[in-house]
């Protein structure tokens, strides 16, 4: 996943998690800042690109495998180059 060209997630770690969003269990380090978000009447965890600060998603802590996390992308932020 690039957004501004930066990865950010690794493709081959995407998940099956049956949300609608394209959801992956591990961010690449330093490539995302985590912030708590508050909208909509709940608690919940951004993440944002670590370059240019937009926003990327939701990371929970409910995903199915060794990592627990469960990263859902906004697929507007995703750019599949044919090698990824």
Not at 10 to 32: K, M, N, Y
Request: hydrophobic share 30%.
């Amino acid at each position: 996943m690039r957004g501004l060209r930066q990865r950010a997630v690794r493709l081959r770690r995407q998940i099956r998690f049956r949300t609608g969003w394209p959801s992956f269990d591990e961010a690449l380090p330093g490539a995302v800042e985590s912030h708590t978000d508050t909208s909509h009447g709940m608690v919940r965890t951004e993440f944002t690109c670590a370059r240019c600060g937009s926003h990327l998603g939701h990371v929970f802590d409910d995903g199915p495998t060794a990592s627990g996390k469960r990263y859902c992308i906004n697929s507007v932020c995703l750019n599949l180059d044919a090698k990824d």
